[in-house]
């Protein structure tokens, strides 16, 4: 029998001098321990130091020990797989022993060490883990219980698939009708360990728990009346899970489950409200919740909206006392990462086939500093879950509740409502509108409230409302809000000012062109507001710039108005290094304004246009670098590429043909072949975005690369990459119109590919429409190669465009879709009513186009003969009848 492992007490002594050291608050010292920690990794038995100082060394205080395991665990994570064996079998056999250590934080310390350990080799190297673990439960001892439960919680969140796979014999067949048994124990520790446990194997309907669901069940209901509030935030999380998964097994229950959810959304502990709270949004996607919810509606309503309000420990949080913290710079920490959304080609639709926009969060996210989830949120997003389902029947109730609370003396309640009141707005709009008269006028006063936290989310409640707005008499709402919005912009409150320039850039998006007669009162605002943001708001405010840009177009190009935004923009632009990310806002916002200002931008193109080829050009040498040699250098952040390659396309889109002297200079061709091929599908959708756009702009530079280009774009016809694939598409069609019959050797690397796009059956609306006119662009240039498949495509075709406004895209495709007619009139035949509601569907098309569906409905009607003609004709809805006869005389 060999001897166990003894640390020699100098090396213990070093460690220990270590652990005291990296407890120091002082950086220069903390340097230095990182160093020492990495040079003792050199030697193979540190790591038997650190589990001995941890489970052994009883001498020492407990947060010392703790720590020796903690920087064990990183050890593991890192390189587990270079222990060596006699190592690893050390600190397995030590945990195992220190599991039911009488210190929880010791106790704690070594169930994260087991989990690291497990998730590292796999629970499938370590066999004995988990029934040692098991047996331990069985203990007399409460600490070995509980440290061994406390360490099988964390590895049933680590490794809950592993549990469930073939490779462990699935050790859950065993383990959960073991925690069940553990559901009824004296301790409310142990009790929320197990339920804690067999959570993880909700959601993924694990065999092993589906058979012993209605024992699950009953032991939940056991413990509904729990004194414990962690043991009640465990069974309120496991019936919300219950919800999704297992419907049918709850709605027997429902009125019971129900009854003690609204005492529990009540609960004094609000962790375990707000798991309650969580009920009711899981309900609202239910088919259920209508009939479940109805009867209840009276009680549940003033539940969530007293939830709404800020509770102390918020309003602390929240500085909600501050009203002037503009002069204070912010946090870094504070400032959460932004996505880029990269750009997508889309068309605009006639009225009737509007679609709403519904992309932005819904804006719950009024306090941003707290952006952890809490109850108010939760209990504002179920109100809004609910009004969505309920719609109107929610008024009865939530009506009086809003007149009291709205008018309420006291601040934080009349906060709530104005919370309350935004969330209905999309599910109860139709019912308000009564209301809004005099409550939009209420709102935009209280937009001056003194306190900040009111002004903040009144600014989020009016945007709710902005739609209603702007369609009403200007003077009286339009005007008056949009006024009292932009001194909100320039308000001593920094989350005043965020919430203000949010509702602004919704506001914008609502009011498009209406906005054109106050543009220069708005952009003194935004610049003015350049010179007082701090940090954060920097950022809001760029997403407001750009979108007043997409909003008003072209109106932005006056001499006046460039001169006021452009200085601060390119001042910016100057001052933010490469690296820097506060480029991505800026850029994206440059892109809108470029493309809005067209010919304006021209005097402040060359720096853009030059400085985004080089983020280009340092991003793809910085990925190469990367995928030779990982150790040796960093993978570079792509979103520097991907936001670069989108300001060049609004260049390209506002400059179009002046932008050919810039590209003749650059290896811009050379860079985009680069960008199309790259792994990233957002960086590809951007790539295939600007060649639409270079194609249109300056087609010679474009033209020399076609034999490479369109093998690639045809590779990336794959409908799972949505937008990928709708850029791809785009860029096809646009070039197609420009090579005329030189397209012919590419039709069939392509033509089939459009053909199964446009026949399947869950294709997003914007793909459907692209994939549609690139086929007639196509057929346009090349009608005998692409006519011949008519059949296959025409109806969807016909669908799929008759709800786009007349424009260039459109032109080219009904052209294009005529001549494959005139080719082969008989592939058209079967669905000629489609052919002709797609037709009727043009308001004013061009003279010559005129005449082409003329020709073809007259030539139909003529061959067929009146007779048959007559019966076809009677099967039009009378719009379609009344459309062709007026304006074709069919």
């Known amino acids: 029998m060999k001897m166990a492992w003894q640390p020699k007490e100098e090396g213990l002594q070093q460690i220990l001098q270590l652990l005291k050291e990296s407890q120091s608050p002082d950086t220069a010292t903390q340097r230095a321990v990182q160093k020492k920690l990495e040079e003792l990794n050199e030697f193979p038995d540190f790591n038997n130091y650190l589990i001995f100082v941890l489970t052994k060394l009883k001498t020492e205080d407990e947060p010392t020990r703790s720590l020796s395991g903690l920087i064990l665990k990183n050890n593991v994570k890192a390189h587990f797989h270079k222990f060596l064996p006699e190592v690893s079998e050390f600190i397995k056999q030590e945990c195992l022993n220190a599991v039911g250590d009488p210190s929880p934080l010791i106790r704690a310390t070594v169930g994260i060490l087991i989990t690291t350990i497990a998730s590292k080799g796999e629970l499938t190297s370590w066999p004995e883990l988990l029934p040692a673990l098991v047996i331990l439960l069985d203990s007399v001892d409460y600490n070995a219980c509980e440290g061994s439960f406390g360490a099988l919680q964390k590895i049933c969140e680590d490794s809950a698939e592993l549990l469930d796979s073939d490779a462990l014999n699935r050790p859950l067949n065993i383990l959960i009708p073991k925690f069940l048994e553990f559901f009824r124990h004296s301790s409310p520790k142990i009790r929320s360990h197990a339920i804690a446990c067999v959570n993880q194997f909700i959601i993924s309907r694990t065999q092993a728990l589906m058979t012993h669901i209605d024992p699950f069940l009953e032991n939940l209901f056991h413990l509904a009346s729990d004194d414990d509030p962690d043991v009640r935030k465990n069974v309120c999380r496991a019936l919300v899970m219950l919800l999704e998964v297992r419907m049918d097994r709850l709605i027997p229950h ?8 609204l005492m529990r959304t009540q609960d004094q502990d609000e962790a375990v409200a707000l798991e309650a709270c969580e009920f009711w949004l899981s309900l609202a996607e239910q088919h259920i919740c209508k009939e479940a919810l109805s009867q209840y509606l009276t009680r549940l309503v003033p539940v969530l909206v007293r939830g709404m309000k800020y509770s102390e420990i918020d309003i602390i949080l929240l500085k909600g006392d501050v009203e002037e913290d503009e002069m204070i710079p912010d946090r870094e920490e504070d400032i959460r990462p932004r996505f880029h959304k990269s750009r997508t080609h889309t068309h605009k639709h006639t009225e009737n086939g509007e679609e709403g926009d519904d992309d ?13 989830w809490n109850l108010r949120k939760c209990s504002a997003a179920a109100l809004d879950c609910l009004a969505n389902v309920f719609g109107e029947d929610l008024l009865p109730v939530l009506v009086p509740i809003l007149k009291e609370t709205l008018f309420h003396n006291e601040w934080d309640v009349k906060e709530s409502g104005i919370l309350a009141l935004g969330a209905i707005a999309e599910g109860c709009m139709q019912g308000m509108i009564p209301h809004l008269g005099e409550l939009i006028p209420y709102l935009i006063n209280c937009l001056a409230d003194k ?16 739609h209603w707005v702007v369609t009403q008499n200007h003077d009286m709402y339009f005007k008056p809000l949009m006024n009292e919005l932009l001194k909100r912009i320039l308000d001593a409150n920094k989350r005043v000012q965020e919430a203000a320039c949010s509702a602004f850039a919704t506001l914008e998006e609502e009011a498009c062109t209406e906005l054109v007669p106050y543009l220069g009162f708005i952009l003194e605002t935004l610049v003015f507001a350049f010179s007082k943001y701090q940090h954060k708001n920097l950022l809001i ?33 100057n001052v933010l290094k490469d690296e820097d990310k506060d480029l991505f806002p800026l850029l994206e916002c440059l892109s809108s304004v470029a493309t809005a200002l067209q010919s304006g931008f021209l005097p402040y193109c060359e720096p853009v246009y030059r400085r985004c080829v080089c983020l280009v050009e340092q991003t793809l040498n910085q990925h190469i670098a990367n995928t030779q040699s990982p150790e040796q250098f960093e993978a570079p952040d792509k979103d520097f590429m991907i936001v670069a390659l989108d300001l060049l396309s609004g260049l390209a889109e506002g400059l179009n043909g002046q932008i050919e002297k810039l590209v003749v200079d650059s290896n811009i061709m050379h860079l985009l072949y680069q960008c199309m091929q790259d792994p990233m599908p957002e960086v590809r959708q951007s790539s295939f975005a600007l060649l639409g756009d270079l194609t249109k702009a300056c087609f010679q530079h474009v033209h020399p ?16 990459f949505i937008s990928v694939c709708n850029n791809a598409t785009w860029a096809i069609g646009e070039i197609s119109v420009k090579l005329g019959q030189d397209m012919r050797p590419y039709v069939q690397l392509v033509v089939n590919q459009l053909i199964v796009i446009i026949n399947r059956g869950n294709t997003p609306k914007t793909l459907l429409e692209n994939t549609a006119i690139t086929i007639g662009r196509l057929g346009y240039v090349c009608p005998h190669d692409v006519a011949p498949m008519l059949q296959h495509f025409v109806r969807q075709w016909c669908s799929s465009l008759r709800n786009i406004r007349d424009n260039e895209e459109k032109d080219s495709a009904f052209r294009g879709m005529c001549q494959m007619i005139t080719v082969n009139p008989a592939g058209v035949v079967q669905d000629f009513i489609f052919f ?7 308001v004013n098309p061009k003279e010559d186009l005129r005449d082409m569906f003329h020709k073809i409905l007259h030539g139909f009607k003529n061959q067929v003969g009146e007779e048959n003609w007559k019966r076809f004709a009677d099967q039009f809805p009378p719009q379609l009848h009344e459309r062709l006869s007026s304006t074709y005389g069919v």
């Not at 429902?254 to 959810?261: K, P, R, T």
């Not at 009024?366 to 952890?372: A, E, G, I, P």
């Not at 034999?707 to 590779?715: A, D, K, N, R, V």
């Not at 002709?836 to 043009?842: P, T």
Request: charge should be negative; proline fraction near 5%; glycine fraction near 4%.
């Open 451 to 466: 306190k900040a936290l009111v002004r903040a989310i009144t600014c989020w409640t009016l945007s709710r409302y902005s």
């Open 360 to 372: 932005d969060d819904d804006g719950l996210d009024d306090d941003s500093s707290l952006s952890d």
């Open 254 to 261: 429902m009125h019971n489950i129900i009854e003690y959810m």
């Open 836 to 842: 002709c509601d797609a037709v009727a569907s043009w």
């Open 541 to 573: 405010l760029y997403d407001a710039i750009g979108t007043l840009a997409d909003s008003v177009g072209h109106h932005l190009n006056k001499e006046e108005y460039i001169n006021l935004l452009m200085p601060p923009l390119i001042e910016k632009w």
């Open 705 to 720: 690369c076609i034999p490479e280009f369109l093998p690639i774009l045809g590779q990336n016809l794959n409908p799972e």
